[in-house]
Structure formats: structure tokens, C-alpha cells
């Protein structure tokens, strides 16, 4: 019996009008910024096909040039075409799409 009431005690204090403000508060912050991040995701439009790779950045894995060479772009390795040779390992913009070749241009600008 002592037992159970040590137990009810714990139980009173534990739950009291403090720890239940402080939980729900606690709560509806996280919830909020659920509620936030999926209203943003939500609005974000969907980029895939030609207009998700035009203007990405990436390298160039081989040298580009007018006839050809390899870039990688969006966690892919693409064939791609320039009109001004690039050299590798040179940080490149997509400008194009083309038969499934990217046209592409050496840029400076940080990989996003």
C-alpha cells in the first residue's frame, strides 16, 4: 500500500499544471514548424526533365568541346557538347538540351 502511494505522488507531480503547459507549448511549437515546412515544400514547383537542368551547375569529367565530351550534372554522368572547349575538372553551366546531349558552358560560379 505505501507503495502505491509513493507511486500516486510521483504520478501528481509529474503531471502537474507546470509539466502539462510546458508539454502542450512544446508541442504546438513542433507542430507549427511542421505545418510550415510542408506548406513551403508544397508551393516549391517541381523541376524535372529539360527545365530541372537548365542553368544547373556541374564538372566537366572529360574536356568538352564542339564534338563532344562527359559532364557530371545532378548526380549524372551526361554527354555534352560546347562551343568553346572546356578543360576537366572545369566547373560548367547547362545552357541546353539537345537530343539528350547537354550544351553546356564553363562558368565560375560555386556548384549548387
Do not use: C, Y
Amino acid at each position: 500500500m505505501e507503495l502505491d502511494v509513493h507511486f500516486l505522488n510521483l504520478l501528481f507531480q509529474l503531471f502537474s499544471q507546470g509539466f502539462i503547459v510546458t508539454a502542450t507549448v512544446i508541442f504546438l511549437l513542433i507542430a507549427a514548424a511542421g505545418v510550415i515546412l510542408a506548406v513551403k515544400a508544397h508551393k516549391r514547383t517541381t523541376q524535372t526533365g529539360i527545365d530541372g537542368l537548365l542553368e544547373a551547375r556541374g564538372v566537366a569529367r572529360t574536356a568538352v568541346s564542339p564534338r563532344g565530351g562527359l559532364v557530371f550534372v545532378h548526380g549524372e554522368i551526361w554527354h555534352a557538347v560546347s562551343r568553346a572547349p572546356i578543360k576537366k575538372g572545369q566547373k560548367i553551366a547547362v545552357k541546353g538540351v539537345k537530343n539528350m546531349v547537354l550544351i553546356v558552358e564553363e562558368t565560375d560560379h560555386t556548384i549548387l
